[in-house]
């Protein structure tokens, strides 16, 4: 549990981020698809299909989804989305961020000098049959439903070098939360080691904000990932709930645009130099702000896939809050609010719960988390750092 939640009344958040869309209204009736879903078909089902590029404007105003430009001076990105769910495109980016999941393509979103435009090759890497497959899915049931689990490619090394900043919530005069004879600075650190050195074992190079029972302030934490610029901050905490029913992982990445406002500050400044975006000499203040929006999107998308491919390897030993585990941090929580780089908050488990906290008291148990928190982190690092 972050010390953020500590100071406010626990509640079940009313939201979460869920890997799928809810069905859209048209012309034809209800169809339960989601909006990748019904792009796919679309683009099968047009002439547009010929071309190589969509226009992501024209296929929110066929698809009634809502187009929100979010471009800033000569930098074009743009949010579709529809009942509280997105699909997010960043000019020159192969990264496109389908309900919170990063779906790489070969080909860039490209900026035409009027609209954003989709590749057409994502009806190759996906096809048809998943559109079907979901509609059918989701009119047999108004369950939520779970998208597929990322899979999790482990190699025993990297191709390059990582670094991940490993934060053992708590400790010292802040316990945090407590449940089954257990205080949670004391789980969050030992579980914090123990992936520390799976990593370490795996060839990245691990700093931790605490190795000992001492207070380490939010700032302090934050200060120090921002000075190593790594490529993952992880956050290691309990969590707890007034209802002892609840259990699970519940993994949370950055709210949207809250980094770069972080970033940015009173001053109106940022952490992106000329040198860091490769310009030759100084840049003015408004080319650096669009650097600093690509950047901490970027950051969010990254934060996004770490979140969900830690839920593949949590959920088989810790179960899922919620049936999916994966939410955006809807109260600006600290340590992801500051850091400037990909960060998640893992909440391992519940103290509250009387069956989680007598697995948490458990070093095989604790042993069980710690591996599938490094196999992920290991699987993510593969494919975003490393390029194995």
Excluded at 30 to 50: D, H, K, N, P, Y
Excluded at 255 to 262: D, I, L, S
Excluded at 306 to 315: C, E, G, I, N, S
Aim: charged fraction near 20%; include cysteine; charge should be neutral.
């Amino acid at each position: 549990m972050t010390n953020d939640e500590a100071r406010m009344t626990k509640q079940c958040p009313k939201q979460q981020t869920r890997r799928h869309l809810p069905s859209c209204e048209t012309k034809g009736g209800r169809l339960g698809v989601s909006s990748l879903a019904l792009l796919l078909c679309f683009l099968f089902t047009t002439s547009t299909l010929r071309a190589e590029y969509l226009s992501a404007a024209e296929f929110a105003r066929a698809n009634g989804l809502e187009y929100k430009d979010m471009g800033l001076g000569t930098s074009h990105a743009c949010k579709l989305s529809k009942n509280g769910r997105e699909v997010i495109l960043f000019d020159g980016m192969k990264n496109v961020l389908v309900d919170g999941s990063a779906v790489t393509l070969s080909q860039p979103v490209q900026w035409n000098g009027s609209s954003l435009m989709i590749p057409s090759e994502v009806t190759a890497q996906f096809g048809p049959a998943s559109a079907s497959n979901e509609a059918a899915s989701s009119e047999a049931s108004d369950e939520p439903v779970r998208g597929a689990p990322v899979p999790l490619v482990v190699p025993e090394h990297l191709n390059a070098t990582a670094t991940v900043v490993v934060d053992p919530g708590h400790g010292g005069e802040d316990p945090g939360t407590h449940g089954g004879g257990l205080i949670e600075k004391d789980i969050n650190l030992d579980v914090a080691k123990r992936v520390a050195t799976y990593l370490q074992a795996h060839g990245v190079k691990v700093v931790m904000t605490r190795t000992r029972d001492v207070t380490v302030s939010l700032p302090d934490r934050t200060d120090l990932a921002n000075r190593l610029n790594p490529d993952l901050y992880l956050s290691i905490h309990s969590n707890w709930m007034p209802v002892s029913t609840l259990r699970g992982a519940m993994l949370l990445y950055p709210k949207e645009g809250v980094q770069f406002r972080a970033a940015a500050g009173s001053r109106g400044s940022t952490t992106i130099s000329g040198s860091a975006v490769g310009a030759a000499g100084p840049i003015s203040a408004a080319v650096q702000r669009v650097a600093a929006a690509m950047a901490f999107d970027s950051f969010r998308v990254s934060s996004m896939e770490a979140a969900f491919r830690l839920q593949t390897a949590l959920d088989p030993i810790t179960g899922l809050y919620e049936s999916n585990g994966v939410m955006e941090d809807r109260r600006n929580l600290h340590v992801l609010r500051e850091t400037h780089s990909p960060a998640v908050i893992v909440e391992m488990d519940f103290l509250s719960n009387r069956v989680s906290a007598q697995k948490m008291a458990t070093p095989g148990y604790r042993a069980q988390i710690a591996e599938a928190i490094g196999r992920a982190t290991m699987s993510y690092l593969a494919s975003a750092v490393a390029g194995n």
